[in-house]
T-cell receptor
Framework: GESVGLHLPTLSVQEGDNSIINCAYSNSASDYFIWYKQESGKGPQFIIDIRSNMDKRQGQRVTVLLNKTVKHLSLQIAATQPGDSAVYFCAENGDSNYKLTFGKGTLLTVNP | NAGVTQTPKFQVLKTGQSMTLQCAQDMNHNSMYWYRQDPGMGLRLIYYSASEGTTDKGEVPNGYNVSRLNKREFSLRLESAAPSQTSVYFC??????????????FGQGTRLTVV
């Protein structure tokens, strides 16, 4: 069935370091993946997405890598800042054009 | 451009009471969603509406009903609230772009407590 999970529930880094948040998915039919950031008391905010015809996509300070062979997704944040502290979720569309399935999330804490 | 607006932001219900959570989007999106988020967990899909006039069950639909009132509005109803429905509820919307998936936009959430 569809499921998206994370390897690390919490991640603590020093300001200025690079962060890597990982995500495993099980539905090989998924062809669209999204990373969201959720700050305390707020709704999830879109960070970056990637389609299955790509292995890598870069945004501002963020990079998403997709490894379809092992069904693994990662989010890399360069020069992590205190404002990056939040819970990060990956999501996949599975075999639907309409549904998004979310993983449980990783709490990123950035220490000054 | 307000995006996705949810009302109310907070609500306390007694067990057995009913209420409707409202959601509206002004982005002309076709699809709308209701999720719940419990502590330490990701978002779980309750119901979704792929387009105006259609609704479908998600992962955890029991105890809920929905109405896609028009393209803008998608409401979630609890007919007889239970403590297990204490959660934060998020509404989201999205549309296909040139036939391809796009990101979903989320509201700020409704924090519901059932006592």
């Amino acid at each position: 069935g569809e499921s998206v999970g994370l390897h690390l529930p919490t991640l603590s880094v020093q300001e200025g370091d690079n962060s890597i948040i990982n995500c495993a998915y099980s539905n090989s039919a998924s062809d669209y993946f999204i990373w969201y950031k959720q700050e305390s008391g707020k709704g999830p905010q879109f960070i970056i997405d990637i389609r299955s015809n790509m292995d890598k996509r870069q945004g501002q300070r963020v990079t998403v890598l997709l490894n379809k062979t092992v069904k693994h997704l990662s989010l890399q944040i360069a020069a992590t800042q205190p404002g990056d502290s939040a819970v990060y979720f990956c999501a996949e569309n599975g075999d639907s054009n309409y549904k998004l399935t979310f993983g449980k999330g990783t709490l990123l804490t950035v220490n000054p | 451009n307000a995006g996705v607006t949810q009302t109310p932001k907070f609500q306390v219900l007694k067990t057995g009471q009913s209420m409707t959570l409202q959601c509206a989007q002004d982005m002309n999106h076709n699809s709308m969603y209701w999720y719940r988020q419990d502590p330490g967990m990701g978002l779980r899909l309750i119901y979704y509406s792929a387009s105006e006039g259609t609704t479908d069950k998600g992962e955890v639909p029991n105890g809920y009903n929905v109405s896609r009132l028009n393209k803008r509005e998608f409401s979630l109803r609890l007919e007889s609230a239970a403590p297990s429905q204490t959660s934060v509820y998020f509404c989201a919307s999205r549309s296909l772009r040139q036939g391809q998936n796009t990101e979903a936009f989320f509201g700020q959430g409704t924090r519901l407590t059932v006592v």
